[in-house]
């Protein structure tokens, strides 16, 4: 079945730690995305990669890192820097199409808590 | 600038009534619009789409929404309520103005009573 995966699907840090969330996925996307999601905010753009070896930063990059060395996975680390990480990290991959996004597509979430 | 507005954070409906969740947004081109929905600790599931076609767009589950460019609108409804309905819905644009980025609402929870 084609999808995205994220794992794991809940992860602790201890404070001064780096971690790195997992997101692989088959469906030959092109453009790939972080997203953060809080109580009450919605969802905001970390980061995001239209193709292999780039990558731009979104609203709130700051304190995390990503890589695309493959085109099907874009593993996103959060840095000692990230002074509030816990928070739920959703993945999603988009195609597009005549110039247009057709939808984004989902992985099911990593639940980062830091203790 | 917010791209997304959903005009209610929580909206409340009995069993077997309509639902209506409201969405506004602001584009310069011409915008790619969806809803998706999304259960407790879940991913996020496309409920439906508009891209330039049909302004009345039909979903899954029932659901229905219809982009109306003079009043910047695409709203979601569906007839009768489900319990199954109860969830976090997401109204979301993206225009190529703004590369092509999905820009989402704060969201709006529904609740279904029975």
């Known amino acids: 079945d084609g999808g995205i995966t994220q794992s794991p699907k809940y992860l602790f840090r201890k404070e001064g730690q780096n971690v790195t969330l997992s997101c692989e996925q088959n469906l030959n996307h092109d453009a790939m995305y972080w997203y953060r999601q809080d109580p009450g905010q919605g969802l905001r753009l970390i980061y995001y990669s239209q193709i292999v070896n780039d990558f731009q930063k979104g609203d709130i990059a700051e304190g995390y890192s990503v890589s695309r060395e493959k085109k099907e996975s874009f593993p996103l680390t959060v840095t000692s820097a990230q002074k509030n990480p816990t928070a739920f990290y959703l993945c999603?991959?988009?195609?597009?199409?005549?110039?247009?996004?057709?939808?984004?597509?989902f992985g099911q979430g990593t639940r980062l808590t830091v203790v | 600038a917010q791209s997304v507005t959903q005009l209610d954070s929580h909206v409340s409906v009995s069993e077997g009534t309509p639902v209506l969740l409201r969405c506004n947004y602001s584009?310069?081109?011409?915008?790619?619009l969806f809803w998706y929905v999304q259960h407790p600790n879940k991913g996020l599931q496309l409920l439906l789409k508009?891209?330039?076609?049909?302004?009345l767009v039909k979903g899954i589950n029932g659901f229905e929404a219809e982009f109306k460019k003079s009043e910047t609108s695409f709203h979601l409804t569906k007839p009768s309520a489900h319990m199954s309905d109860a969830a976090e819905y997401f109204c979301?644009?993206?225009?190529?103005?703004?590369?092509?980025?999905?820009?989402f609402g704060t969201g709006t929870s529904l609740t279904v009573i029975p």
């Open positions: 999603a991959s988009s195609i597009l199409t005549g110039g247009r996004n057709t939808e984004a597509f």
């Open positions: 584009s310069s081109y011409s915008p790619s």
């Open positions: 979301v644009v993206s225009d190529r103005v703004r590369g092509n980025q999905f820009y």
């Open positions: 508009y891209t330039s076609a049909a302004t």
